[in-house]
């Protein structure tokens, strides 16, 4: 199955075998736990459940304690879905390993948690053109005109506007990265380019949406 679970570990770059240098994105992608599946016939989907961060039982709620002992599975913190072909295959119990997902020349979808930035103005967030910043002019980094001038507007400001606010810290993908290298003794993944999210953060990678409709 081409999906597993990593940490973001930073970036560097290595070079080619022509001595161009490429920038990387470092992912640690330790054995990953089948802990379930999810099947058409019950659910509705088939997918598969893989799980890292393994932790004391302590660490974890009671329900979720019965039942990883239920199924006689490690006690894992960090659980994410993949609907992935090959997704009933993996055994419950057993470890997904980077080797055994991707290789290199693999074309991947990164998934993370963008970095927050807090409350942003109108122009760190959308990237509005500020104001003049001399001769008088008391406009420089504001928002602007909020209200429309057309009959029907009413003085109000529409909904979706472009204003300041909370900026960062969302669910953001990156498509269509290419592995660059796979090194299996250490269970690290290098992939060319920037994955989201700051370093130590979980990413999900898996095969690339772009890649399944070239094969088409």
Known sequence: MKGIIGTKVGMTQIFDDSGQAVPVTVIH?????VVGH??????GYDAVQLGVEEVPARKLRQPQRKDFQQRR????RRIREFRLPGALELPAGSLHRVEAAFEPGDRVDVTGTSKGKGFAGAIKRWGFHRGPMSHGSKYHRRVGSLAPRTSGGGGRVHPGRKLPGHLGHRRVTVLNLKVVRVDA??????VRGAVPGPNGSLVMVRTSVRAKRGAE
Not at 29 to 33: H, I, L
């Open 29 to 33: 992608a330790e054995p990953n736990v």
């Open 38 to 43: 999810r099947s058409a016939a019950k659910e």
């Open 73 to 76: 599975l490690p006690f894992v």
């Open 185 to 190: 003794d250490r269970s690290l993944l290098l």
